[in-house]
């Protein structure tokens, strides 16, 4: 691309990204299309010719963002959300322009060295001890999978980095305890170590969905007792469903008793920690040996990047450095060499929107936000025990609101759930507002999630009066 058009679009697309981020709250926050609506207006091959830049920048306006689930938008409160904020964004911009691979402190120093940086000022924002050793993956998924292959290695006299664990007569059965209410990517790691869904046992929880650390101790020994090696615990700070957040210091008493790797999954609540008053959050966690935080999630970074903290970054790096020939460098122990510490060989410069995003609103800043989403979420929760026909189905620990519509004379639980079901569809159909959902001891629980960097008290109270208002439409329907 020659650079004078180089120019010309990025001026064009930046003013276009300014405009778009502005007034995205204007837009429908989920797009009203058919499953395969997109996918039909695409060519069905490459261009064999290049085309302009203005017909493609012509395409994203009116094909690609009349599909979009607005992730971006101040009333998203489905999932966890993520915030492309503005430093994020344009240090995405540079990402991409630099384009280095950062598997190697010698394929790019400042690329590590930013990374490590970085890595250290958020682990001081959310008060971890200074031994954790901090890496960046993609997404939390990737950051619990080598986690546990960290703790998999960790056990003693097994060898499963050299012999595996397929055809050995000679190994124990293997298990990773978590609670009901842990990720599926727990699950999906376990598929992935070769432990199988067998290989993780579900704990079960308290009324308020946390670990119960006894039952926890009892499936430990029932375990042992048959013969079955436990080797890990996954603990969850910000469960998905509700934000439930597990007994740390309890469940890390018991691994230390038990000599078990303990995991910590704070994917998301671990962002509320950099709030000095919420920082109760993570004890325990001096005790824990690797825990997960995302930033793509709460922490103002666009998608996608997680962080992994380990006090035992030798055993990560034991579970996967190879050094083949090409890969040699001679700088020795004094760099990190990143690549080491996982399945990635190509890394992308994650490390630099962290960067932009931490330095430009100060650890201040982004606690002074967190802790606004969170009184916005007690004063949704609020507005849910006051009205006579909404009701709260967990407590709210953060900023995460469980609820359903519970209108007098609907009392049986197949038909509450059916009503809560066609009344999000009817909410999400508004394209005002967009939640998702999910069952909370067999019961249909809407999430509201506030974790947007532009959610504010007037939308929130917006979203408050569509929900109210689809609920007498879905009531008069029945
Ligand atoms: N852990 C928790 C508690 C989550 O809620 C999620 C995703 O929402 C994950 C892990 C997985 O994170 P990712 O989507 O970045 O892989």
Redesign the pocket.
């Known amino acids: 691309m020659p650079s004078d058009d180089f120019r010309f679009y990025g001026h064009q697309l930046v003013d276009r990204l300014a405009d778009f981020l502005v007034n995205v709250g204007q837009l429908p926050v989920y797009p009203n299309v058919s499953p395969g609506a997109i996918l039909s207006r695409l060519a069905d091959h490459a261009p064999a010719e290049g085309e302009p830049m203005d017909k493609i920048l012509e395409d994203v306006e009116h094909i690609i963002i009349p599909g979009m689930a607005h992730w971006n938008h101040p009333r998203f409160f489905a999932?966890?959300t993520s915030s492309g904020s503005g430093p994020g964004i344009l240090a995405e911009f540079l990402t991409a322009t630099l384009n280095v691979n950062n598997m190697l402190w010698h394929s790019c120093p400042s690329a590590t060295e930013v990374e490590q940086a970085t890595l250290d000022w958020l682990r001081q924002m959310i008060g971890l001890t200074p031994e954790f050793f901090g890496i960046i993956y993609?997404?939390?998924?990737?950051?619990?999978f080598h986690a546990l292959a960290a703790a998999r290695e960790n056990i003693v006299d097994l060898d499963i980095k050299q012999r595996g664990l397929a055809g050995r007569s000679d190994l124990p059965r293997i298990r990773l305890y978590t609670s009901e209410q842990g990720?599926s990517?727990i699950d999906k790691a376990a598929i992935a170590l070769g432990l199988g869904l067998d290989g993780v046992r579900r704990v079960s929880v308290n009324s308020e969905y946390q670990m119960d650390p006894q039952a926890l101790e009892e499936a430990i020994a029932n375990d042992r007792t048959m013969g079955i090696l436990p080797f890990c615990v996954v603990a969850?700070v910000?469960?998905?469903s509700c934000t439930s957040i597990d007994p740390l210091s309890a469940i890390a008493v018991i691994c230390v008793r038990e000599d078990l790797w303990l995991h910590v999954?704070?994917?998301?609540?671990g962002a509320a920690a950099v709030v000095p008053e919420m920082r109760h959050i993570l004890a325990g966690c001096e005790r824990a040996d690797s825990i997960?935080i995302?930033p793509?999630?709460w922490l103002f970074v666009p998608l996608?990047l997680?962080v992994l903290y380990t006090r035992k970054p030798e055993v990560l790096r034991r579970a996967f450095s190879l050094v083949p020939e090409y890969l040699r460098t001679s700088e020795g122990e004094e760099v990190v060499n990143y690549m080491d510490y996982g399945i990635p060989l190509g890394r992308r410069f994650r490390g630099l929107k962290l960067w932009f995003v931490l330095r430009y609103f100060g650890s201040e800043g982004i606690a002074d936000r967190i802790r606004e989403h969170i009184r916005l979420g007690h004063q949704f929760a609020e507005w849910i025990d006051e009205h006579s026909e909404f009701e709260r189905l967990a407590p709210v620990p953060l900023s995460t609101v469980c609820f359903r519509a519970h209108p007098k004379g609907i009392d049986e639980d197949p038909a509450l759930n059916e009503l809560n079901e066609r009344l999000m569809q009817a909410i999400n159909e508004t394209g005002e507002v967009f939640l998702s959902h999910t069952k909370l001891s067999g019961r249909f629980a809407m999430r509201f999630v506030v974790s947007h960097l532009q959610t504010d008290e007037e939308q929130i109270t917006r979203a408050w009066k569509t929900i109210q208002a689809r609920l007498h439409i879905a009531v008069s329907g029945l």
Do not use: M, P
């Open positions: 999932y966890f993609d997404g939390g998924s990737g950051a619990t990720h990517s969850t910000g469960s998905t999954d704070a994917a998301h609540g997960v995302n793509h999630k996608d997680s």
